[in-house]
């Protein structure tokens, strides 16, 4: 399902984000920036040792990435030419600033690919795994941010797609798309 904000076009798809043909993809990382389970164990597969590689230096160096917060690696053998490798908040029963931070993974993630000019970038659902945010409340928080980036923002990339891996995900986001737009 597709909508288009002002000059960016926005995609919902059913998929698996390792095989997705953009310029980046974005990883739900942890904030030590070690290999995990979910996302970030298909995208590490899938791109090599190279993101290791770059995130023990992005440890070494900054310590890690603090939770709503975004870092850049290459993207090795993926596709996409580099992985945004932002922190989402753990569900602690959404008084804990999740939906802030949740936020700020989306905006931060997407100032990164402003920044290296990436013209089409590919998020997954940020959270909603093992950080057990709820989804249908993840999938408005989501389509916010992103509408609100696109539309505070003179430059944004030109194809944003969400890649949901399950059908229950990728209804939850299509169900947010017809209220937030
Ligand atoms: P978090 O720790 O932020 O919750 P997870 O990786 O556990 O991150 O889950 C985030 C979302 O990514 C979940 O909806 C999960 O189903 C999904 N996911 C897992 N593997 C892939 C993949 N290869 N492509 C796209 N989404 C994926």
């Given at each position: 399902m597709n909508t288009r904000i002002k000059q960016t076009d926005l995609e919902l798809i059913q998929g698996d984000i390792t095989k997705a043909e953009v310029d980046a993809i974005v990883n739900a990382a942890n904030s030590e920036l070690i290999g995990g389970g979910g996302v970030d164990g298909a995208i590490r597969r899938a791109g090599g040792a190279v993101i290791e590689n770059v995130c023990a230096e992005i440890r070494k160096r900054e310590g890690g990435c603090p939770t709503g917060k975004a870092v850049i690696t290459p993207g090795g053998d993926l596709y996409a030419k580099y992985v945004i490798h932002t922190v989402g908040p753990v569900w602690e029963g959404g008084n804990s600033d999740e939906a802030e931070l949740l936020a700020s993974c989306y905006q931060e993630s997407l100032r990164l690919a402003v920044e290296n000019s990436i013209q089409s970038i590919a998020f997954p659902?940020?959270?909603?795994?093992?950080?057990?945010?709820?989804t249908e409340k993840a999938a408005v928080v989501a389509l916010t941010s992103v509408k609100d980036f696109v539309m505070q923002?003179?430059?944004?990339?030109a194809i944003i797609q969400f890649i949901l891996f399950d059908a229950a995900t990728n209804n939850c986001y299509v169900d947010a798309l017809w209220s937030v737009f």
């Open positions: 659902s940020i959270s909603t795994g093992i950080y057990g945010y709820p923002n003179n430059t944004a990339p």
